[in-house]
C-alpha cells in the first residue's frame, strides 16, 4: 500500500513539473522583459541556436524571392547565385549583430527591434505576450505564439537539463 502510494505521488510530482515548468519559464522570461534585464534574458536564451534558426529562415525567404516558384531564376542563374552568396554572408552577419540580450527585449515586448521606443512600463505591462498561445511539442519543447506588430511570432523552448530556454524564433 505504502508503495502504490509513494509511486502515486511521485508520478503526480513528475507530471506537475513537466505540466508547469513551461509557465513557470514564460513567468520569469516575462519578469526579465519587464525589467529590461538582459543578462536573466541570456540566461534563457541558446544563442547559437536562435541565430541559426533565424539565419536558415532568412536564407530561405531570400532564396525564394530570387527563384520564383517555376524554380527559374528571375534574371539568370548565375545573377541568383551571385544574390545568394552575397545575402548569405550578408544575413550571417546581421543576424550575428541584431540577436543579442537588448534587442531580444524589444523583440519580446512588442515585437519592436529597439526596446527604447517603449515609452512606460504599461508598454510592456501591455505587451503581446499576455495573449499569447502556448502549444507543447512534446515532453522536451513547447512553443509560444504570440502577435507583435509585423505578425505573428514562434518562440520554441527546448528543455536543457531542468531548465527550459529559447532555441529557436519564428519568423511571420
Do not use: C
Not at 536558415?56 to 530570387?66: G, Y
Not at 512600463?121 to 515532453?139: K, V
Amino acid at each position: 500500500m505504502k508503495v502504490t502510494i509513494t509511486l502515486l505521488f511521485t508520478t503526480l510530482l513528475v507530471v506537475s513539473y513537466l505540466f508547469l515548468t513551461p509557465y513557470l519559464t514564460l513567468m520569469s522570461l516575462k519578469e526579465a522583459v519587464q525589467a529590461q534585464d538582459g543578462e536573466a534574458i541570456a540566461e534563457r536564451v541558446e544563442f547559437p541556436s536562435v541565430r541559426e534558426s533565424l539565419k536558415k529562415q532568412l536564407q530561405t525567404k531570400i532564396t525564394n524571392d530570387l527563384l520564383p516558384s517555376g524554380g527559374q531564376a528571375a534574371t539568370s542563374p548565375a545573377v541568383a547565385l551571385l544574390g545568394t552568396t552575397i545575402s548569405s554572408s550578408l544575413v550571417d552577419n546581421l543576424v550575428d549583430d541584431f540577436i543579442t540580450p537588448s534587442n531580444l527585449i524589444g523583440l519580446l515586448a512588442l515585437g519592436k527591434s529597439d526596446s527604447s521606443k517603449l515609452d512606460t512600463i504599461g508598454d510592456l505591462n501591455d505587451a503581446a505576450i499576455h495573449s499569447a498561445s502556448l502549444r507543447y511539442g512534446g515532453i522536451n519543447q513547447f512553443s509560444l505564439w504570440f502577435d507583435g506588430e509585423v505578425g505573428g511570432i514562434t518562440l520554441v523552448f527546448s528543455r536543457r537539463g531542468l531548465r527550459w530556454k529559447i532555441t529557436e524564433i519564428r519568423l511571420p
